[in-house]
Each structure stands twice: as structure tokens, then as C-alpha cells.
């Protein structure tokens, strides 16, 4: 077996991280198999934003050790950037530019043909409205071109917090290609998906990560989850 | 490096086309300056030290207002997230930010410069484009980059429209001193001569000692 295919993709242990005094997020432990999904559940300040962002190396952990398609962080942090993508709240695009401009931008900075730009305008439907500035679009319009943005460069892990977040029906089915487990080229790729909806996240997850006050309440394979004991995170 | 940089570079000056938020705001202030100079003054033309006061403390001041803006939009749209998640030097940045700044004050000074000559100034701008050129260049590359370096750290704070010019105003007194100093001679009329060179230097070694510093100091500055 080749030494790729046997790396983990995600090997978490005691990960914590503050904001001054405040545990954002503490002894998160787990590992994900290459091409895996993983869903973390958990209610508002539970700490899926900051573990999104720890693995994305945008935060340092502050505890615990961290590491990433093979790379540990955040010593390797360079290594890893061009083979992760990040969809999260904000669409990280600027609201003067246009889709395209955006997208061209972003293109440059990962060294990515800009053919590879008009296809993605195509395949979120954003053609027809690529010449006109962010912030004359609509959330939902918006949040498809930073999945285009997201996926431009090919990743091998996606990082997604709460992707259909502002989008429509069939929005969703639009940018389900780019964002689902198949859009790797090389076979299935990896995910690491924040969701609020337990029913569409059990589905989509081959792991389970509930946190609850930054805290890991829930770690299981999905097929030994109950519905239930997702929607209890919450309560 | 290079590549990063020109589509870091067209993207700010794409951004300022669309918002026109920096470069005509500081413009119209320099305009504005020297209006009202020339009626506090109660003086039709100045020459020499005066001259050269009036003009550096105009820039300056300016000049805050751009550096102020520089991080504005990749702080408030995520522009920073976007650049750090991309597999790139992060100097790039800095250069590409250092060159907006220094463009910025090349079409200020393009506005600012006439509008002196014919608002206050006594001798012919003519004679003096030269050397005061020259003077400009040298404290416009420290302007750029002691400006792209505090408006990084002060993005990062929630007073960020204070603390940037509480920190570039002391940092960047040296610049002007050196550029009043250098260009006095200039404004003074013909028979005064070129810029002295040990304004010159000076102004030459600031520049490259705030270069390095900003060099160095960048990458922590972007760092969680």
C-alpha cells in the first residue's frame, strides 16, 4: 500500500485553542481516514468555526498536536495550504469586484489556469452575472461563487462550514458536484463539514464530532449515531 | 513572488477605481490644506523653509489618510483569509501594499504638487521639479513603507482609525523633517541649488532601514 493512501488525512490529539482567558476549544481528539467525511455538530459557540479555522491554518493551536494531510501544524502550515479549501462564513471575496474578478484573483494566488474560472462561473451558474460587483448579488448568489472560489484550486480537503447556508433548493443540487464526497478527481475526497441539520449531516458523514462548550461530546462512526443524541448536543 | 504581487497590485487598484475611497480624499485634502495656508498666512507666495514646511506637513497628513484605508477591505470582506489560505510568500503582500501606498502618493503628489506652485509657492516650479522630484521619490519609498507596516498593525486593533495615525505620525516626523530639509533649497529660487546630499542620505538611509524592518516584522504581523 502506498505511503499516500495510508497517511491519515486528520490526526487530532488534545487540540485546544483559547481567546485569552476563554477555551474555544479543548482535548479535541480524533483521526480521519483519507476520503472520509467528517460532520461536527454542536450549537452556536461550540467551537466549529475555530476548529475549522485550526485546521485550515489560519489559528494556532495552543495545545495538543495537529496534523493535516500529513503536515504537522503549524510548523508545516506552507505545506498544506494549496491542498485544502476553505468555504466558511464569510465568502472571502471582496464586494467591489465582480465574480470573475474575484475568482481571476484567487486563481493568481493558487496558480490556476483561468479557463478553470469560466468553468466554475458555468457549473455554479454565475456566467451570466460574472461582470457585476458582490455586492449587487444576492447572499445566495454570493455564497455559489465562494464555492467556486473554494474548490478552484482542486483540494483534497474541503473544510465547510455550514455550506448551504443562504442557498436555495436548487442551489444546493447546483453546487452539490463541487462540494460532495466525488469532486476529487483522484477518488473521494476528504471533508470536514459544520452542519446545524443533523438528518442531512448524518447522511453525508462517515464520522461524527458533537462539541458542546468547546468540548468533545460525541465522537463516532456515523452508523452508530442516533438522531437523537445529535439533536441532544443541543438541548 | 512577482506574479503574486501583480495580482495582489490589480486587485488593490481595482478596488480603489470601484470605491475611489483613498487617493481623491487625499487629494482634496492637500487641496484643502494649502487654501487654507494661503489665507492663515495672509500670503500671496512662499519660498525656501516655509515653503518646504508647508508642502511635507500637506503630504503627510495626506499620506494618513491613505495608509489608514490600506487594509480596510481585506480586514472588513476576508481578503485577508483569502491570501493567507493561499500557498504564497506572505513578503508579497507587503510589496504589493508598499507599491499601492507609493502610487497613491504619486497621484497625489501629481494634484498636490501643481496646485502648491499655484496656490503659494514664489519661484518658478519649473526650476525646482527637479531636485524636489528626487526629494519626493526618497520620502515617498519610506512613506510607503513605515505606512504599509502600521496600517497592518492597526487593522488588527478595534481603534484602528486612532491608532494608525498615533503610531505612522512619530514614525514617519523624520521623513518630513529630512524632506523639509532637502527640498528647502529647491523652493528657495535658482541661485539656492539642488537638495543637499546629507538630507539625501538620510532620507536614503531611513528608507532602507524602515524597509527592513518592515520586511522582517510583516509575516508576524499577518500571523495569528
Known amino acids: ?30 483521526s480521519l481516514q483519507k476520503g472520509q467525511t467528517l460532520v461536527v455538530f454542536g450549537p452556536n ?5 475555530t476548529l475549522l479555522r485550526v485546521l485550515a491554518t489560519l489559528l494556532r493551536p495552543h495545545a495538543g498536536s495537529v496534523r493535516v494531510l500529513g503536515s504537522e501544524l503549524p510548523r508545516e502550515a506552507w505545506a498544506v495550504r494549496a491542498r485544502l479549501g476553505l468555504l466558511g462564513h464569510e465568502p472571502l471575496l471582496y464586494r467591489q469586484l465582480t465574480a470573475r474578478e474575484n475568482l481571476r484573483y484567487h486563481a493568481r494566488l493558487h496558480g490556476v489556469d483561468e479557463r478553470r474560472v469560466e468553468e466554475l462561473l458555468e457549473l455554479v451558474a454565475m456566467d451570466g452575472r460574472s461582470s457585476e460587483p458582490l455586492r449587487t448579488l444576492s447572499r445566495g448568489m454570493v455564497q455559489r461563487v465562494a464555492v467556486a472560489r473554494a474548490v478552484l484550486h482542486d483540494p483534497e480537503l474541503l473544510l465547510l462550514d455550514e455550506p448551504h447556508a443562504n442557498l436555495d433548493p436548487a442551489a444546493v443540487e447546483l453546487v452539490a458536484p ?27 458523514a462517515d464520522l461524527v464530532l458533537g462539541l458542546r462548550g468547546g468540548r468533545q461530546a460525541l465522537l463516532r462512526e456515523a452508523r452508530d449515531v442516533r438522531l437523537e443524541e445529535i439533536e441532544e448536543l443541543y438541548r | 513572488m512577482r506574479h503574486t504581487v501583480g495580482a495582489l497590485l490589480r486587485k488593490e487598484l481595482l478596488v480603489e477605481i470601484r470605491t475611489l475611497e483613498s487617493v481623491p480624499g487625499m487629494s482634496l485634502f492637500a487641496l484643502t490644506t494649502f487654501v487654507v495656508f494661503h489665507f ?28 489608514n484605508r490600506l487594509f480596510v477591505a481585506d480586514a472588513e470582506e476576508g481578503g485577508f483569509d483569502g491570501f493567507l489560505l493561499a500557498p504564497v510568500d506572505r513578503t508579497a503582500m507587503l510589496v504589493a501594499k508598499a507599491l499601492t501606498l507609493l502610487l497613491y502618493m504619486l497621484v497625489l503628489e501629481l494634484v498636490a504638487v501643481p496646485a502648491f506652485a499655484l496656490l503659494l509657492l514664489g519661484p518658478p516650479l519649473g526650476q525646482a521639479l527637479p531636485g524636489l522630484i528626487a526629494v519626493l521619490a526618497l520620502a515617498d519609498v519610506g512613506v510607503a513603507a513605515i505606512g504599509t507596516l502600521v496600517a497592518a498593525l492597526a487593522v488588527q486593533t478595534r481603534a484602528r482609525d486612532l491608532f494608525g495615525p498615533l503610531l505612522a505620525l512619530p514614525l514617519l516626523v523624520p521623513i518630513v523633517i529630512g524632506a523639509a530639509r532637502a527640498s528647502s533649497p529647491v523652493l528657495a529660487g535658482a541661485h539656492h541649488g539642488g537638495p543637499p546630499a546629507r538630507w539625501m542620505l538620510t532620507l536614503g538611509l531611513y528608507d532602507l532601514v524602515f524597509g527592513l524592518i518592515a520586511y522582517a516584522l510583516f509575516d508576524f504581523l499577518l500571523e495569528d
Open chain 1, 1 to 30: 500500500m502506498p505511503a499516500a493512501a495510508r497517511e491519515g488525512a486528520l490526526e487530532l490529539a488534545g487540540l485546544s485553542r483559547h481567546y485569552g482567558e476563554r477555551e474555544a476549544l479543548g482535548g479535541v481528539s480524533l
Open chain 1, 45 to 49: 459557540g461550540a467551537g466549529k468555526t
Open chain 1, 178 to 204: 463541487l462540494i460532495g464526497a466525488g469532486g476529487d478527481p483522484g477518488g473521494r475526497r476528504t471533508r470536514v463539514i459544520c452542519s446545524h441539520d443533523p438528518s442531512r449531516g448524518l447522511a453525508e
Open chain 2, 40 to 67: 492663515a498666512l495672509n500670503r500671496n507666495v512662499v519660498e525656501g523653509d516655509l515653503a518646504a514646511g508647508i508642502l511635507w506637513v500637506t503630504l503627510l497628513f495626506a499620506a494618513i489618510l491613505g495608509v
